[in-house]
């Protein structure tokens, strides 16, 4: 019999259970390790850049809950990093999300194109250019921050046609939302220090895929360059977990909630969050996950609107990045992203849903 969610999430990764021992080990803290004095380290671990037990067991959770084999690192961009600086050479040619994550974007402009590699833009929800030629498709859905969704398995089935790879950036919707390995994709890619440890006090990244070839490319890249999480970040994400499916399930309606307050307020130009019947995203979310994430983006008359919103909001913190306990609010332009001077990117956190949208509506009011 399937397991649901959260049996998954509280299991995903652990050890065989010794008595007397914790469920999940503390983390393991060491540079060199103890060698063998006749083998040396074939076979064991002998150092802490490619070998630590810690960052084992978060991997074979991670790669549980999305449906492969997981490496880890040290951030999302490290993860991201390494999968577009190791699968292009010059010559290739990559799309990245026009919507997206501008940091991605900005990193792919400054960093490919120099190396002689093509960057192509693309919004999510398309349309696309030809997938001939191109190496590389990687997309974000929902997209951040705008959270338009795109139908993956359609997207996987035209990039293999063409001969293409196709990475889906899997931060916003965590992997107990969406399976894109499952609906044909190459490799996830994604920050888990948003939603997926969700307490807002570490920095992860990860990668997950089912093709052995990806997988040893890219952990040789991560091994050489060093760009794996510590071990107390890798054990504190592991046990952080266990909470996945409860955090996310307060989040979702906590967002539904305020996803129509909003609606409603004379004060919002408009609203997105793709769990609404009247979001354009919202057949191809239905259709293709599990549930949706806490995150909604509306828009206000501009900067000062923000201001004075914020400034009104009791439970509402401003700060970025965004999946913690804690409701926060990030408007987007103030980093430099693509977005208009008015747009906030509200992370709902687990208060509760009453308190939330009464403390959201003054602050409204108060704009």
């Not at 046990?239 to 409603?264: H, I, M, P, Y």
Request: net charge negative.
């Amino acid at each position: 019999m399937p397991l649901g969610d959260s049996t998954r999430a509280v299991h995903a990764g652990l050890p065989p259970l010794t008595p007397g021992q914790p469920f999940l080990p503390g983390p393991v803290f060491a540079a060199p390790f103890v060698l063998d004095p006749v083998t040396g380290g074939e076979g064991i671990d002998w150092y802490g850049r490619p070998h630590n037990a810690s960052r084992r067991h978060l991997e074979a959770a991670i790669g549980e809950l999305e449906g492969g084999q997981c490496l880890t690192f040290a951030t999302g961009m490290a993860a991201v990093g390494a999968t577009l600086l190791s699968l292009l050479h010059p010559g290739d040619t990559v799309i990245v999300p026009a919507d997206g994550y501008f940091t991605t974007r900005a990193f792919a402009r400054a960093e490919l194109a120099t190396r002689g590699v093509t960057v192509l833009t693309a919004p999510t929800a398309g349309p696309y250019p030809s997938f001939q030629g191109v190496r590389l498709v990687l997309v974000e859905t929902p997209a951040n921050p705008g959270l338009d969704v795109c139908d993956l398995a359609e997207l996987a089935a035209a990039a293999h046609a063409a001969g293409a790879l196709l990475a889906v950036d899997n931060t916003t919707a965590t992997p107990l939302g969406q399976r894109p390995l499952e609906l044909g994709a190459d490799l996830v890619v994604a920050s888990g220090t948003k939603a997926l440890t969700g307490h807002s006090d570490l920095l992860l990244g990860y990668l997950a895929t089912r093709d052995e070839e990806l997988l040893a490319r890219l952990r040789s890249w991560r091994d050489s360059t060093g760009g794996a999480p510590a071990a107390f970040d890798s054990w504190l994400a592991h046990r952080s977990l266990a909470t996945l499916d409860l955090r996310l399930g307060r989040q979702t309606a906590n967002a539904a909630a305020v996803a129509e307050a909003l609606a409603t307020h004379p004060a919002v130009a408009w609203v997105r969050w793709p769990g609404r019947p009247a979001d354009p995203s919202y057949a191809v979310a239905a259709r293709q996950m599990a549930r949706i994430p806490g995150v909604v983006t509306f828009e206000l008359a501009g900067e000062a609107a923000v201001g004075r919103f914020l400034s009104a909001a009791r439970l509402v913190i401003p700060a970025t990045s965004f999946g913690g306990l804690h409701t926060t609010a990030d408007r987007r332009a103030q980093w430099g992203d693509d977005a208009p001077p008015g747009l906030v990117r509200l992370s709902c956190g687990v208060e509760d849903t009453a308190d939330l949208v009464a403390d959201i509506n003054q602050a409204l009011d108060a704009v």
